[in-house]
């Protein structure tokens, strides 16, 4: 787009504005403003009937937050500077072309001016040489470049880049389709102003042929024409006919002396009639023989144009030839695109599979990570309450030691005889204690160390699945990092592939349209040489131009294969870390169970 495309493109979308607005309030009327508008693309001598499409062309969409003009200038203007910017780059790139072209052209003159002898007898040879040199010098430039793209373009997300290229792709189409819509209508009205100034230059001829070749029709319209009383030629022979009827008709009636005169009169104007017949005679055939000569040289020149045109027919067969033969290359490519297309549907459709059996994996680690919580939970409240049992029994055993110290001190005061009796009596009473005591605490020392392994083991097994979120956590970082980037080199090449269709569009406007063939066929006229090397120009930059497209294709191709292998790779590890995880769970919960033996990462084998 350049800028007289966006500022038309501004006033046809304010008059649509205008438009609602007062067809909102009167209802059904029609905006003058518009019509007058739009009239101006109109010439004021012809008159066609379209208006080149002008009421289809789909105008920028404006934002529903701009109210004010103010904003909307401000919008336009960034809208601006981004198209400037495209069309600097565009430029660019056009005088790297030209360099480019010219020093191919001075090449070429080198290689003729040191093999003129051998170029004159074999044309063919210099060709395919060339050809061959230029094959060398794309199949280098390809190497470079997908070296180049295969480095920054590593591991894409492809999944959300189909989705945009779908997108872009369906863009493109019907952008194109209006293009070529418009392109049709321009030149329709082409062809028609073309008749109308032909049908102009015949009713000139016409009118020159009725005036005469000495007189201007400016001059007539100037002077007023035949309202001043000016004849042509027609209405002047009319007038002379009839002056010489009544001439004729005066002579019958004159007397027969007068004949006599006049016949004498009428033989000396045959003899100066006869003497200017012979004048004008030699006249004649001087100005013939000076024709002949003219008629001898064009049949000379036409015979070095049939030559010309012989070597040229020579020169586009073998154009036609190359042509077959980088038709047949793009075929195969399209054929190997074909498998390797195949061979991706696979790989996804393995990738999905490794999904699915993952996300199962995590739903049962997520629900056995759930029954752990929950058993944690248990064992704290079991813990709690023994804790809370063992601090009960504690304070029975320092109740029971303070009564057996007063017991003590009471048996000692006593009479022997009462510390016998007190004798007998408390042994049956420390004899249970130190009997009952010990047996509940060992019990309970072994549930307390059955509760920390649980625990220890619960803990470990948190830890794991902590580690395994944070992993997760990181690759979908890691994955979002590398899409945007994806995105932005997508944003890239699609830019460049926008470039390249303009070119190719350009070339096929002038190959198609009939101004450029009338140009090409004068300018073979004047100078046959300068014709066939602009035509191997022409060649060289379409080959070149579909070699890139072909190698984009391959390279976008080759990088959906790696990203897929990576993920796959991914995916493996992933699935090998859960399951020696769960491997590790069931030798903590079953120490006879057999142990999965971890899996070694590395590359999935195609």
Request: net charge neutral; hydrophobic share 30%.
């Amino acid at each position: 787009m350049s800028i007289d495309t966006i500022t038309t493109c501004t006033t046809v979308q304010r008059n649509g504005r205008l438009k609602g607005r007062s067809g909102k309030r009167t209802h059904g009327r029609r905006d003058p403003t518009s019509q007058t508008e739009l009239s101006e693309f109109r010439t004021p001598q012809i008159k066609v009937e379209d208006n080149l499409g002008l009421n289809q062309l789909e105008v920028c969409d404006i934002p529903q937050d701009m109210l004010f003009p103010g904003e909307y200038n401000v919008y336009l203007q960034d809208r601006l500077k981004s198209v400037v910017e495209e069309n600097n780059q565009l430029t660019a790139l056009l005088k790297e072309r030209d360099e480019e072209i010219i020093e191919m052209r001075r090449k070429l003159e080198d290689l003729d001016s040191s093999q003129n002898s051998s170029a004159l007898h074999h044309p063919s040879q210099l060709l395919g040489l060339s050809s061959i040199r230029h094959a060398d010098m794309a199949a280098c430039r390809v190497m470079e470049l997908s070296k180049q793209v295969i480095f920054t373009e590593w591991c894409t997300n492809m999944t959300c880049i189909e989705e945009v290229l779908n997108r872009k792709e369906a863009e493109i189409k019907s952008l194109s389709d209006k293009l070529s819509a418009t392109n049709g209508k321009l030149f329709d009205c082409r062809n028609r102003v073309q008749h109308l100034q032909q049908e102009l230059k015949n009713a000139h001829k016409v009118l020159l042929c009725e005036v005469g070749d000495g007189i201007s029709i400016s001059d007539l319209i100037s002077s007023g024409g035949i309202t001043l009383g000016w004849r042509g030629r027609a209405q002047q022979i009319q007038v002379l006919q009839q002056r010489v009827a009544e001439l004729t008709d005066r002579i019958k009636k004159s007397s027969d002396y007068r004949i006599h005169d006049t016949l004498s009169h009428s033989c000396e104007g045959i003899k100066c009639s006869a003497r200017e017949r012979k004048a004008s005679l030699e006249s004649a055939q001087q100005a013939a023989r000076v024709m002949q000569q003219q008629l001898n040289e064009h049949i000379r020149k036409l015979d070095a144009a049939k030559a010309r045109i012989k070597v040229l027919e020579c020169e586009m067969n073998s154009c036609k030839s190359r042509i077959q033969l980088l038709t047949d290359k793009g075929l195969r490519d399209e054929d190997f695109i074909k498998i390797l297309q195949g061979k991706i549907n696979e790989l996804e459709e393995s990738l999905r599979v490794c999904k699915d059996e993952a996300r199962l994996e995590i739903k049962k680690s997520e629900k056995h990570y759930q029954q752990l919580l929950d058993d944690h939970k248990v064992e704290k409240q079991r813990s709690v309450q023994l804790l809370s049992n063992l601090e009960d029994k504690e304070k029975q055993i320092k109740r029971l030691e303070d009564i057996l110290f007063d017991l003590k001190d009471k048996e000692i005061s006593t009479s022997k005889q009462e510390q016998k009796c007190g004798g007998e009596l408390s042994e049956p009473l420390t004899g249970p204690v130190s009997n009952i005591c010990p047996r509940p605490l060992e019990n309970s020392d072994e549930n307390t160390i059955k509760e920390n392994t649980k625990l220890s083991l619960s803990e470990l097994e948190t830890k794991k699945l902590l580690e395994l979120v944070g992993t997760v956590n990181r690759r979908l970082n890691d994955t979002r990092h590398e899409c945007d980037k994806h995105k932005s080199a997508l944003r890239h090449e699609r830019q460049r592939l926008a470039r390249l269709e303009a070119k190719l569009t350009r070339l096929e406007m002038d190959k198609t349209s009939p101004f450029s063939a009338s140009k090409r066929l004068i300018s073979a006229k004047k100078s046959a040489p300068s014709t066939s090397a602009d035509c191997n120009t022409w060649s060289k930059e379409e080959f070149e131009d579909k070699i890139e497209l072909l190698q984009e294709e391959v390279l976008t191709l080759k990088t959906r294969l790696s990203c897929l292998e990576q993920e796959k790779e991914d995916d493996l590890r992933a699935f090998s870390s859960i399951l020696y995880g769960s491997s590790q769970k069931q030798i903590f919960s079953n120490p006879g169970a057999p142990c999965l033996p971890p899996i070694e990462h590395g590359r999935p084998s195609h």
